[in-house]
């Protein structure tokens, strides 16, 4: 099933979009800002989005960046000629502007998804760690561990930000989608199981805990790859 996601910050036309798209068999997820937008991008990666450009917080035009790789049909009232070129030309495949038919609309999208190429799922490396986002393996200074969904979404997000402390709350916030198992009370077990097992394999703590604020990688980063 592919996923598009929604960055409309218009709900009666959001409501709309996600009704239809969910009718036409897609799975559809929702940002209503352009922060909340590139919170959830980092996290999961769509097939295609469907962007309004007059987002609160960060616009339109600033989150297209973010989005190489991924096919971006541009949903907006402006209607200037310039507007479209330079959207275009900024990296959207497809510029639609508002009232729109959704017949239209569903064309386009299924004209993009077709030529799309498969998107390249990232491979997070750091120190003797690698996390591979497709097939969702790990492995700790080249042999595999066997990680709990839970423990596969901290570590992913911590990864994700080498070289920063990540608060408990952030770590919640985050995983909260995919592991609704992790609750306040039991994210310090499931970090301590996971500190256990790359410990258990590579010899060293690759977790750090920092007191009254969260955890870090205790090691040097290489980044994502991929």
């Not at 066997?146 to 408990?168: R, S």
């Amino acid at each position: 099933m592919k996923t598009i996601a929604i960055i409309e910050d218009d709900q009666p036309i959001g409501d709309l979009l996600e009704e239809v798209l969910e009718q036409e068999g897609y799975r559809v997820k929702r940002a209503y800002s352009g922060t909340e937008a590139l919170y959830q991008l980092s996290m999961h990666r769509p097939d295609l989005v469907l962007l309004d450009l007059m987002l609160p917080g960060l616009s339109g035009e600033k989150v297209l960046p973010h989005l190489e790789g991924v096919p971006v049909i541009v949903v907006s009232a402006k209607v200037g000629v310039d507007d479209k070129v330079r959207l275009l030309l900024g990296g959207a495949a497809d510029y639609i502007t508002k009232p729109f038919e959704i017949r239209e609309l569903l064309a386009r999208i299924q004209v993009q998804l077709r030529s799309a190429p498969s998107p390249t799922a990232p491979v997070y490396r750091a120190g003797g760690l690698t996390l591979d986002t497709l097939s969702r393996k790990v492995t700790v200074e080249g042999e595999s561990v066997h990680l709990t969904k839970t423990e596969y979404a901290i570590l992913k997000l911590l990864l994700q930000n080498p070289t920063q402390v990540v608060a408990k709350s952030v770590i919640l916030e985050r995983i909260a989608l995919d592991t609704p198992d992790c609750t306040e009370s039991s994210l310090k077990q499931h970090v301590s199981n996971l500190r256990k097992k790359l410990r258990d394999v590579g010899g060293k703590e690759y977790i750090q805990a920092v007191w009254g604020i969260g955890f870090r990688l205790n090691l040097e980063s290489e980044g994502p790859t991929g």
